[in-house]
Structures are given as C-alpha cells and as structure tokens.
C-alpha cells in the first residue's frame, strides 16, 4: 500500500518499507495485507526493532520487525537467528513466532515475529508490584528456560561456531581495548583456574534480565539470539549471574533469586547440575567479558562517525564492570563512600560562582551545575520530555556530573595513580597489562592486587561513586 493515489500517468513514488513488508506478507499468507507504519520499540542495541499491525481478510496480528542495519553484511547473522530461533521452538523453548525472514526488507536483512506482550524493562520486573507474586519464581524459572536452550543439538543449527573461551576474550581485548591490568589479571586467573567443560550445546550468548518478555506468570519469551554460538552450556548460567544484570538488587540471578534456586531448577530438566567451580569461573567470564562489551560500545562513540551521547557515558562506566570484575575475584568489596559533588554543591553560592582568574564569575564548575540541573529537572525545551528524550536528558546530566568530579579530583586521584605506577618501576598502565600478561608482575601479588583495585576505585570515584557502595551477592559455595 502506498501513501498516493494512482492512475494512469501517476507515479507511484518510491516503494516504503510498509509496501514491502505487505508485498512479502500477502504473499505468505495469501491474501492482500495491509499494514501500519512499523513505529520503534525501545530496546535492540545491535538491532532496529520496530513494530507494526498487519491485517488481511481473516486475521489481524501484531508484528515486530528486526532489521539488521549492516545491510548484507549482516545477511549471514540474520539467517543464523532465524534458524536458531525456529530450533528452540521445536526445543520447547518459548521464543516468538518466526513468520518471515530474508536477506533484504529495505536493503537490510530481516525477522518479522509474533509481538509478545508482556514487560521486558528489569527495573519494572524487579520493584514493579505487578510481577512481585512471580519475581520469586523467575530464578528458577530462568534454569528451566536455559536447560531448554542446551537440549538443543548444536549440529541441528548449521553455521555455529565454537571458539577457545580464553581466546575470544583475547580476541575482544584485541579488538576493542587498549591493553588494561585488570583485564590482564582477570585473564591470568581464568587461566590458572580453568574448569572442564560441561558440555557442547548451543549457547544463548545473551540470557539474562531484559533479554526476556515476563508476564505476571513469568518467562513467556526469550529474545535477540544474535549472539547464539556453540559453547560449554554453562556460559549462559554464568551471563546471568552478571552483577550489571541485579540492577542494583542483591539476589545473584538478575536481581531476582538465589544461584540454588537456578541449578536445581536447571538440573531438573537438564538432567544434571553444573557445580559451583563450573558456575563462579564462568561468572568470572562473564564479568570480563562484559568490561569488554562496554569498551566496545564506547568504541562506537570513539571510532565511529558520530557522537553518542550514551555511548561516551559507557565508556566512562566501564570501571563499573571492572569493579565488579574485581568483586568476583574476591579482590576488594562495596564501601559506601561520600560523593565528592556533595560537599561543593552544599558551599554558599558565592563560593561556588567565584571565577578563577583571569576569568569571571561564575566559574566552569557552576556553569556544569547549571546545566545539570536543567538537564535533569527537564527544563530545557520548555517541557518534561518523554521517552527516549528524557532518558537521554538524564545520561547528559550523568555525563557533566562525571566531567565536574573529574575537573575536582583529576588533579590529586592523576599524582596517586602516576605513585602507584612508580612503586612498581612502571610509568603506564600499558606497561602495566604487559607485565602482568608477561608474569614480569604476579597478578596476585598484594602490590599488583592494591594498584589495580585503588585505579579502579578512583575511577569509579569520578564515574559513579555510588556503585562503590552497592552490595555484592554471596560467594558461591
């Protein structure tokens, strides 16, 4: 369906999106469909996910379109999703229905599935009073749904790839990051503790809370596979247990129960129970991997053609997932420290608009905190924006209170950090990754140990002191 009438001698105009998704539509189902125009859902960092309703003459259905913006470089990745998907439904795993897929809607390859109503935002599903007679369920209920997953044959799935755990992750460091002693120390340590595989299955690559479309009865969807690949199983168990995913509550398994209550639950079906070696390595894994992740999505701001306002503030998060990298090694533990702003914001205004010669007043600082607060009240426009504006407000007001701790402290956290270097006979953290990747530095040395916690924790002093404080869930075993 198009936009203008035609007739003879009228140009049609170009062919929309909405026109090829009826064209393919009519032709699966039989019949002329028509079809809204796909509106964007929130969510798909790696994918534009839109949603659409497509009506013919005996069925409505409302429809969610995946896109993958690489264009035909992504054909190959989007058939694997959409074979991978069609493999876990026969599995018994709930997934959307897969209705149509190809190489080009648009020029891009495409999914379009069943939409599944239902929550997908975690900080909903853990304080939201609609899902609190299921929230003690969704632990074991996750085990259930990734025991399904790794039922599945991993040959049955043409195409996937299984690659040296270790050697991924050197991989990413490789191709992401510049070289950094925590992720040196992380990789020492999975080294020296490397645990035998559970087993060959395929792996989800991404379970975890907000990857999954909960009802008030619980788990009625699992979504975005692209990153599916064939793996020990018990990768999947340790991504859950990322403490990025408890945003901010305490139970271990996305924020919602006990590691127990998840391998009973998963043995149940499995058939067997990975052990808590198995489980606390990959948790490690998956901690590393996500310090990774982060820097790879800081990249996009810093190599890609564009600024991102959201992926300049990840970039400066990622000591986030360092620290907890460090909290799953059992390295250092949350302390509840003061953030530095607070002092500066309770000084009397005309301390705080003195200039600094030879400029006047009011100094860069409270023009920061005059911008913060517009930002973050939603005063600018005129009006509280809505949805991804106003979130996107909100990480601009993060992102000058990250650049004001750093304009306060950079002077005194850059003369520590260049002392700890110099204990070590080092003047880089470079230098630094490359003795403890070498062994020239024991990564469980208490001198090497102390200089990369401190560097941590003084970053996160500037990123986000609060972290500092949020509480780690209880070691395994």
Known sequence: MTDTATGPGTDPGPTTERDEIEARLSALWGAPVTATVP?????????QTTRFTAHCADRTRDLVLRRDPAGPAG?????????????AAAAGVPVPELVDSGDSLGGNPYLVMGHVDGEVIPRRLLRGDAFAAVRPDLAAQFGEVAARIHTMGPDAVPGLVRQDPIEALRALAERWDSPRPSVEMGIRWLEEHRVAPSGDTVVHGDLRNGNVIVGPEGIRAVLDWELVHRGDPVEDLGWLCV?????????PVGGFGSRSQLLDAYAKVAGSRPTDEQLHWWEVYASLRWVLICRQQAAVHLEGPGDSLEHAVIGRRVCEAEFDLLLA???????????????????APDTLARGAVPHDAPDADHLLAVVERALADGELGGAVPAGRARFLTKVA?????????EALLAADLTA????????????TDVEFADAIR????????????????AAVRDKLLVANPRYLGQPAAPAIG
């Open 243 to 251: 403490k990025a995913w408890r945003f901010g509550a305490l139970p």
């Open 416 to 427: 520590a950090h260049r002392a700890r270097l110099e204990a070590l006979g080092l003047t």
């Open 75 to 87: 054909a190959a990745a989007m058939a694997l999703e959409a074979a991978v998907m069609t493999t």
């Open 329 to 347: 090694l059992g390295l250092t533990a949350p302390e509840t420290v003061a953030d530095p702003l607070a002092t500066v914001d309770a000084a």
């Open 397 to 405: 007001a993060n992102a000058l209170r990250i650049a004001r701790r």
């Open 39 to 47: 509106s964007a859902m929130p969510g798909g960092a790696s994918r």
């Open 438 to 453: 070498s062994g020239r530095a024991a990564a469980d040395a208490p001198e090497t140990v102390h200089a990369v916690v």
